[in-house]
């Protein structure tokens, strides 16, 4: 027999098999030598009341012989498929082409960037140097934003395809499966690039291509429809189906479309900093103890308050993590946020953005670089006041608040550098209002987090894509270009590893059907 529950534990006995054996006899009132094996199927940590509980639903096996899943997946050899071009190897293109292979389409993706390991050597340029590839760098290459990203994959967005599919395909990657049932599933930087690399072998071995190191610059189209892509190299590359996955910071892919007459939107993102705290004071506030025990996990939170109309809200939480400098160009200051598996760094950091609706931003609103400039005006001026070398512009909290610059900044994990600049003058005062305003509310919501001791970092300003690609509802294809393929973050039908992931799944279906 077996039987579905809910039980609860304490931290240390989440994993503990008796113990959870003797749970869940308890709960289901029978005698625990009689259950064979406790499943666990989704696990959450309860942090309301004063004890915190790991809550759990669970199948258990009475009298009753169980054996675990294994997750291998198999993929036909799709050497001689009919070709599906794809243009970035993100999440979004990934999945896309294993997508394609299920099909039977033989996937042949275009990447500009380096394969994950050759990918690293950059990114110490980045964080030593302060020198940024632009073909190569903590957006682009092999895995796309995904690969050192903090590997989050939680999503609101499950009514656009199936999660749990998505998260399995990691799993029979190498990722660990306890993201099929935690609530708050998460990798971590440094198992993501084993995992991208393992996708890639087995796009390979199914018979995709990958091609590195080659950037599309114009896309041929004749008639109104996709012909094929043309390289940086000059060479020109046939498909009648082309999946164009590039992700939000190819602002050389929107120019490219624009040159030629194929139509972008500007559309609305969020913009703000990064805040970092000491992650002690985060595990304070939310499991209520002085000192977190060594079985619970880096505590997070996430913050939302209306100021004036609009959200100012945490986004892409990073407990025991490092902000990271993500730049793709020069000149300019971008971070974002990763944590390693074990989430063990000493800080937490999210990005605590302000909506930024196209009204906003002075401009036509018929001009689809409006907001795309306005971005990058930010981005160029935080790295002056930062001085140069990817040095960022930082203010303590309760400064930025009241006003003053920071004497002095507080220990931070901003490898390239950070210097005591007043942020308001690089965030515009509709923004720079509306975060004074939230963040002394967030410390109501969150004892301890409104404090001196926390650092404020900018400037967070790639929290999506401020163009969308337009496409039609149903063929998602480009409404003037048949074949084209607007997907993932970049094409703005996207937030996250998994709903590019997902992005992408759906486009290569889309495509199968004009194969
Ligand atoms: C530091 C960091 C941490 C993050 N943490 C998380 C997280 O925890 N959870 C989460 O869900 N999301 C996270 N994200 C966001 C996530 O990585 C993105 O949402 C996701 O990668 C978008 O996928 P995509 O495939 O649409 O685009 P991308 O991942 O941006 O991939 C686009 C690819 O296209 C390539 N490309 C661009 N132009 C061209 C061209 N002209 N020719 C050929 N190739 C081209 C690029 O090199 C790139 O590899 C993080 C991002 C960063 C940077």
Redesign the pocket.
Known sequence: MIKETEITCLPGQQEDEAALKAIAASALNIPPQTITAVQVLKRSIDARGRRVLYRMQVKVFVEEAYHPETYTQHYPNVRNGKPVLI???????LFASLQCIELGLKPVI????KEVKQRRRDLANINKQGLVNPESN????EG???T??????Y?RSTKRGDVTRVLRTFVAHGASADILVDARPHIGTNKLPQIITAIRETILNAGGEILFD????DLLVGFGKITGVQLASGEKMQANAVIL??????R??FEMLHRQNILIEAKPFALGVRIEHPQEIIDRAQYHCDLRGPDLPPSYYNLVEQVDGRGVFSF?MCPGGII?P?ATEANEIVV???SPSKRNNPFANSGTVVQVNLEDVAGDSADPFKMLNFQRRIEQLAFTAGGGKLVAPAQRMVDFVEGRLSIDLPENSYLPGTRSVELKEILPDWITNRLRHALPAFGKKMKGYYTNEAILVGVESRTSSPVKIPRDKETLQHPQVQGLFPC???AGY?????S?AID?INCAIAAGKIS
């Open positions: 243009v970035g190897a993100g999440p979004a293109g275009v990447e500009r960037g903590y957006c682009f290459g796309g934003a995904g050192y990203s903090d590997g989050k994959l999503t080659t950037r599309v610059t996955a590039t992700g939000h910071s190819a050389d892919v892409c990271a993500c974002n946020g990763w993932g973050e970049g996207a937030g996250g590893i998994i590019a992408g």
